[in-house]
C-alpha cells in the first residue's frame, strides 16, 4: 500500500523536497562541462578523471576518523593535566564528544541533502561542503585558543561534520551516473577513500602540533584540507544529456544504437519493466519493514566501532602504556579495515544516532567511573561499556536475520498466522503462531508458480521475466509491492 502524501504544511514541502530531484543545467554549462581547464590549458573531460578525485576528496572527509588522536591534547590544551608517576593526565576528558557530535551532523546532513544534491549538482554541493568544513575548523581553532569547548563542539562537531556530510555523498552520486556498466565498482572505489583517509591522517597531527602548536595545527590542517578538496571540487560533474556507456545511459537503462530507452516487447520504457522489488518509491522504502530492520541493524552494529574509533588512541596509551606514536599507528591501521565499510544515504542516519547516543551513553559512564575512583589506566572503565555495547550490537545481529533479501522473500503472500519469515543457508522458514515451520525446495517453488500464475492471470499487460520462474505476463503497475506517490 502506498503512502499518503500530505498536499500542503510541512510534510508537503518535506515530500517536494525528497520527490524533487531533477537536474537542472543551462546548455552554457552543459558545454562548459565538457571540458576540463581553462582557454588554452583545456582539455575534453574523461569520466576516469572522477576516480582519483573522488578518492582524494573522500580521504580527506576521513580524517574524522582519526579524532583520537587530538582527544588527549584538547583535553591537556583545555582543562591543563596533572603528573601522576611519568605520565601527564589530562584534568577532563571532553574532547571525544566532539566526534560524537560531528557524527550526528554527518549523517544527518548526508540524508537531509541527498536531493539538494541531486538537483544543483555534485560541484555546487561538495563546494559548500567544502566550505563548511573549512569553517568549522576555524571555530574549532578559535575554540582551542580560548580554551572554550562549547565552540570545538560547535565548529567541527556541527559545522565540520555538516560539511563532511555534504562532501561524503557528492562524489559517489556522481560516479555512479559516469560508470552505470560498473556501479558498484565506482561506488565502492569512492567511499573506500574515507577509510583510506584515517590511515595517512592520523599519523599527521601530532608531529604538527609539537613543531606549531594545537592552534596552529587545526589552522593549517584546514586550509590545507580545503585547498585539497577544491582542487577536487573542480573536476566533480554529471554527465551531459544523452550520454551513455557499453548500452546504457546514466541511470543503467539500456539504450539501443540511437540513444533511447529499450523496452520489452511493448513502446514502454525500461523504467516500467524493471523488477517489481525495486520499484518503491523513496516514502515507501522508508517505511516498509525491510527497510525498518536494516536501519535497526546498523544501529546496532554501528555503536561498537563508533564508540571504539572515539577512544582509540586514549585506549592504547592508557591501557596498553603505549607511547603517542604507537597509538597513530594503530588508528592508521585500523583504517585500512573501514577501506569497504562506508554507509551511504539516508541509512547513515542510524550510524549517526548510534553514534550519538551510544558516544554520549560511553562517556556518562566513563566519567562516572572516573568520579568514583577509578583512574584511566583502569581497564575496568572500558570494559564495563562493552557489556551493554555487545547487546545492542547482539540485537542488531539478530534483526538482520528477517530482513527479506530475494523476490520471492518479498513477494510471497503470507500464510496463515505467519507473523515473519527468514533463510537459513537458503532454507526459506516462516515463523508465526503454528511455530516454525520449513519449507522444502519443492514446496517453494510450488508455492512461487502458483503465486506467478496468480498475478499473470489478474494483470495481463507487459511481458515480464521474474528470476526462478517462466517469463510471465504482468502489469508492472498493479503488482503487489508496486507502490507510487
Same mark, same amino acid.
Given at each position: ?73 584538547? #583535553?591537556?590544551? @583545555? ?38 544534491? $541531486?538537483?544543483? &549538482? ?13 569553517? /568549522? ?28 556530510? *555534504? ?16 556501479? /558498484? ?73 540511437? &540513444?533511447?530507452? =529499450? ?26 519493514? $525491510?527497510?525498518?530492520?536494516?536501519? @535497526? ?19 592504547? !596509551?592508557?591501557?596498553? &602504556? ?16 573501514? *577501506? ?20 554520549? @551513553?560511553? !562517556? ?8 568514583? &575512583? ?34 520471492? #522473500? ?5 500464510? #496463515? ?29 510450488? =508455492? ?38
Amino acid at each position: 500500500m502506498a503512502i499518503k502524501v500530505p498536499t500542503s504544511g510541512p510534510l508537503a514541502y518535506i515530500a517536494h523536497h525528497y520527490n524533487n530531484t531533477k537536474l537542472h543545467r543551462t546548455d552554457a554549462q552543459i558545454e562548459r562541462e565538457k571540458t576540463l581547464g581553462i582557454g588554452p590549458l583545456s582539455m575534453p573531460y574523461n569520466r576516469w578523471l572522477m576516480f582519483p578525485a573522488a578518492f582524494i576528496f573522500q580521504a580527506i572527509c576521513g580524517s574524522l576518523y582519526a579524532w583520537s588522536v587530538f582527544n588527549d591534547p584538547i #583535553d591537556k590544551e @583545555l582543562y591543563g593535566y596533572t603528573v601522576k608517576g611519568t605520565k601527564q593526565v589530562a584534568n577532563q576528558h571532553n574532547a571525544s564528544v566532539t566526534f560524537y557530535i560531528a557524527v550526528g551532523f554527518f549523517g544527518l546532513s548526508a540524508a537531509i541533502n541527498g536531493p539538494w544534491l $541531486e538537483r544543483v &549538482g555534485p560541484r555546487k554541493a561538495s563546494l559548500v561542503g567544502t566550505t563548511l568544513f573549512l569553517i /568549522g575548523n576555524m571555530i574549532a581553532t578559535i575554540g582551542i585558543h580560548f580554551k572554550i569547548i562549547g565552540l570545538i563542539y560547535f565548529g567541527y562537531g556541527v559545522i565540520g561534520g555538516s560539511g563532511l556530510g *555534504l562532501c561524503y555523498i557528492s562524489p559517489v552520486s556522481a560516479l555512479q551516473k559516469w560508470f552505470p556498466d560498473r556501479r /558498484g565498482i565506482a561506488a565502492g572505489f569512492a567511499v573506500c577513500g574515507f577509510g583510506a583517509g584515517s590511515i595517512a591522517l592520523a599519523k599527521v597531527p601530532l608531529p604538527l602540533a609539537g613543531a606549531i602548536g594545537l592552534t596552529k595545527t587545526f589552522m593549517t590542517l584546514g586550509f590545507a584540507y580545503f585547498a585539497i578538496m577544491f582542487m577536487c571540487c573542480l573536476i566533480f560533474r554529471v554527465p551531459p544529456p544523452g550520454f551513455q556507456v557499453n548500452g546504457m545511459d546514466m541511470y543503467r537503462n539500456k539504450v539501443n544504437a540511437n &540513444g533511447d530507452v =529499450e523496452a520489452f516487447n511493448t513502446d514502454k520504457t525500461a523504467s516500467n519493466v524493471r523488477n517489481p522489488a525495486a520499484s518503491l518509491a523513496l516514502i515507501d522504502s522508508i517505511f516498509s519493514s $525491510e527497510y525498518r530492520l536494516i536501519y @535497526l541493524m546498523f544501529f546496532g552494529n554501528s555503536i561498537a566501532g563508533l564508540v571504539v574509533l572515539s577512544r582509540l588512541a586514549n585506549i592504547v !596509551t592508557d591501557i596498553f &602504556g603505549k607511547d603517542n606514536n604507537t597509538a597513530t599507528t594503530v588508528v592508521s591501521i585500523n583504517g585500512g579495515f573501514n *577501506l569497504a565499510g562506508p554507509l551511504h544515504g539516508i541509512i547513515l542516519t542510524a550510524w549517526s544516532i548510534a553514534g550519538v547516543g551510544g558516544g554520549l @551513553l560511553f !562517556t556518562a559512564i566513563y566519567n562516572n567511573l572516573l568520579a568514583n &575512583g577509578y583512574t584511566i589506566n583502569d581497564s575496568w572503565i572500558y570494559s564495563k561499556n562493552l557489556y551493554w555495547i555487545l547487546g545492542v550490537a547482539s540485537i542488531g545481529f539478530i534483526f538482520i536475520m528477517f530482513v527479506r533479501t530475494n523476490i520471492r #522473500d518479498r513477494l510471497l503472500p503470507k500464510a #496463515d498466522g505467519e507473523f515473519t519469515r527468514t533463510r537459513f543457508f537458503g532454507k526459506f522458514i516462516r515463523i508465526g503462531s503454528f511455530g516454525v515451520k520449513v519449507l522444502s525446495k519443492e514446496q517453494e517453488d510450488r =508455492e512461487w508458480a502458483e503465486y506467478v500464475e496468480s498475478v499473470s492471470q489478474s494483470t495481463p499487460s507487459t511481458m515480464h521475466e521474474v528470476k526462478g520462474a517462466q517469463p510471465v505476463v504482468i502489469d508492472n503497475k498493479d503488482l503487489p509491492g508496486k507502490t507510487e506517490l
